[in-house]
């Protein structure tokens, strides 16, 4: 899961870029980097790191220009603790391009053997985007050749040319941002829509247009641009440096498959992703979760509804109001803690549970309480907060996950852990809920969870949801593909430090 942003404008965008990023922190938080264009020179700036401690005013005075893109990194493919994989990436050839890239590509292997064998193109690390920067180089270089042997201007129709034999060549989910140096600001989607990308228009403190390309509509709107549309699935846009917006569908058969998991935990709720609302899903996810409770035991069983901060809130508001329960903040999180996925050892994360979270006794003492969380990855953070509510006095402490059963892993850009460390592959809900120490455990519906999310936008037929029922929408993935996958990890922990761990843990260990 990454972070992704391009402006077009007329005045410098150093500070928009760096701006929209802070609105994009949530989605990576490893490394970060921003790439400006001044005529056709590139300047750019990244590192390992959040925003604001990548870019200091030094760093910003380097980056001159009208045009930018930039990028918050969470690594899903390739190695997390190299610099050298930050992103954006550069290659000089053709004209120049710069790129950013939110998503994973599941042929990046064959493709890199193909880009050396066919294409005579070097890849020098293990990051599925330098790969993706190659093959849209190769194809734009192609397209310019056969066009009177490269001697006609670069044009959207060519452009768009390159996009389309892109698509026949990657697989994956892939939402990608890039700079062609001299001729203007390029964005495309993958076939399926998987990983979200949108654009918008704003106007400048000197009453000039600004053209602005983002993964969530949070950035355009609080950067002051106005969101005209997602930008499709399949379908391309190329901005030319006058700010003209040009598009077309360049894939031959492209379907709106949208993450769900963006939904449910992923994107920030203020942002509206492919017509939704995420904060009317999180809504509606409370309201199916509540009927599950339901079903499952007596609302009079239950004292108080409490969220485990904070994107729980939404469905956990909506699940109280729906039994008739009273919604109560127990815990208090601190937000200056690190991310505990990157800290060493199992001992120090659990620790770490302990000092990001802190319950508040009242809310809990004697009573029969209800948590609700977002979802239940590896269980873990799970086991220790019913811990703590035991601790903070709970007289029995129920669960309910406003997301199903995480059974399978994420191939298309979550760093969701292998299936072995998945708490719900190949356990039952009641092994799960003696894992945790829980007194009950409610899931969320798969069904219902897909049709609430539809319900907010009838364009929408299907989701991609691999994670809760083991579809692979891209077709492409195998078993082979599982085991090379976990070779990998193993392998790249190995060569860094056994004693580290950056699983993703998205929806339990992941700041909210």
């Known amino acids: 899961m990454c972070g992704i942003v391009g402006v077009i404008s007329r005045n410098p965008v150093n500070q928009l870029i760096y701006d929209a990023l802070l609105l994009l922190q949530h989605r990576g938080q490893d490394a970060a980097g921003i790439v400006t264009m001044l005529g056709t020179k590139c300047f750019m700036h990244k590192a390992r790191g959040m925003v604001r401690d990548v870019f200091r005013t030094r760093n910003m005075r380097a980056l001159p220009g009208s045009v930018g893109l930039g990028q918050v990194r969470y690594p899903t493919a390739g190695n997390a603790y190299s610099e050298e994989e930050a992103q954006p990436f550069y290659v000089n050839a053709p004209y120049g391009i710069v790129l950013v890239h939110n998503g994973n590509l599941t042929n990046a292997q064959a493709l890199k053997a193909e880009l050396f064998d066919v294409d005579r193109r ?15 180089a190769h194809e734009l270089e192609q ?46 989607r993958d076939p399926y829509g998987i990983r979200p990308l949108c654009f918008g228009e704003g106007l400048n403190n000197e009453g000039q247009r600004d053209v602005m390309v983002a993964s969530e509509s949070v950035a355009l709107d609080g950067t002051g641009h106005t969101l005209t549309r997602d930008v499709a699935p399949g379908e391309a846009i190329f901005i030319d440096l006058e700010g003209h917006i040009h598009a077309r569908q360049c894939a031959e ?35 199916t979760l509540a009927q599950r409770v339901i079903n499952a035991m007596p609302p009079t069983d239950i ?19 729906r039994i008739g329960k009273p919604y109560r903040e127990g815990f208090v999180k601190n937000r200056y803690v690190g991310r505990t ?16 979270l802190n319950a508040i006794g009242m809310e809990f003492k004697g009573r029969n309480v209800m948590l609700v969380d977002d979802s239940i990855v590896r269980g873990t953070t799970s086991k220790e907060i019913v811990q703590m509510a035991r601790e903070a006095g709970a007289r029995k402490v129920y669960m309910a996950s406003a997301a199903p059963p995480v059974r399978f892993p994420n191939v298309y850009g979550i760093d969701m852990p292998t299936k072995e460390e998945l ?90």
């Open 143 to 188: 397209v310019a050749l056969r066009s009177s042997g490269g001697s006609l201007p670069l044009t959207p129709d060519l452009v768009f040319k390159a996009v389309g034999a892109v698509h026949k060549r990657i697989k994956g989910s892939y939402a990608v941002i890039a700079l062609i140096a001299g001729h203007g600001l390029l964005a495309f």
């Open 303 to 321: 004292d108080v509804v409490i969220p485990i901060p904070e994107s729980s809130r939404p469905s956990a508001m909506q699940l109280a109001h």
């Open 341 to 356: 996925f990157i800290m060493p050892g199992q001992g120090v994360r659990k620790k770490s549970v302990r000092q990001k």
């Open 122 to 136: 070097h890849i020098n690390t293990e990051s599925d985007t330098e790969v993706l920067i190659n093959v849209l």
């Open 423 to 512: 708490i719900a592959h190949g356990r039952s809900v009641e092994e799960i809920r003696q894992y945790i120490g829980a007194d009950a455990l409610i899931y969320q519906d798969v069904d219902a969870m897909k049709r609430v999310v539809a319900a907010l936008n009838p364009k929408i037929k299907t989701f991609e949801a691999s994670c809760f029922d083991g579809t692979y929408i891209t077709g492409d993935v195998t078993a082979e593909d599982f085991a090379t996958m976990q070779a990998q990890r193993k392998l790249q922990f190995d060569e860094e430090d056994s004693s580290r761990s950056r699983l993703a843990l998205q929806g339990e260990e992941a700041p909210r």
């Open 253 to 287: 058969h492209p379907t709106l498959n949208p993450c769900i998991f963006e939904y449910v935990y992923l994107a920030r709720p203020d942002s509206v992703m492919d017509g939704v609302s995420v904060y009317h899903a999180r809504l509606n996810l409370g309201e």
